[in-house]
């Protein structure tokens, strides 16, 4: 059972990043679209719940400068690294597996976070919290 929930965190993380990579490419090349950033802000609310809090890069209200974009895909292939070199070490226990994995997004969310603007923090903070609540609104418990 815990490997089963280990490795859905593993791949969890490694599937919003490499959903975060593809979107910050492709958002370099449809930038200059007339509407492209109003196209892309409904599809990532819709998915609410299964947004990532490490992922601003997919978001075009913060207007992140290209070397913002480079240094979170650098963050980003960082983790990527580690999750793999976490994957491949048959010493960890699933416990330890779980946690690493939780210390490596936690570290990652810290990066992100420090690339951005105190302006865009807040931005995407806000947006975060409205994430929560229509989740919670939506799956009332």
Same mark, same amino acid.
């Given at each position: 059972?815990?490997?089963?929930? $280990?490795?859905? $965190?593993? &791949?969890?993380? $490694? &599937? &919003? ?5 593809? #979107?910050? +490419? ?9 509407? #492209? ?8 609310? +819709? ?13 075009? +209200? ?12 650098? $963050? ?45 923090r807040k931005i995407w903070a806000d947006e ?5 609540? #229509? ?5 009332p418990q």
């Amino acid at each position: 059972m815990k490997k089963c929930q $280990v490795s859905a $965190v593993i &791949f969890s993380i $490694v &599937f &919003f990043g490499s959903l975060t990579l593809v #979107a910050a +490419s492709q958002q370099g090349g449809s930038s200059s679209t007339p509407g #492209a950033g109003t196209s892309a802000r409904p599809s990532q609310a +819709s998915q609410g719940d299964r947004a990532d809090p490490d992922t601003p890069e997919a978001d075009d +209200s913060l207007k992140l400068t290209d070397d913002q974009k480079t240094r979170i895909k650098t $963050v980003r292939e960082e983790t990527q690294e580690q999750l793999k070199a976490m994957q491949k070490d048959k010493t960890l226990t699933d416990d330890q597996r779980q946690k690493k994995a939780k210390q490596i997004k936690m570290d990652t969310r810290k990066q992100v976070w420090s690339v951005l603007t105190p302006e865009q923090r807040k931005i995407w903070a806000d947006e975060a919290r409205e994430r929560r609540e #229509a989740k919670t609104h939506a799956n009332p418990q």
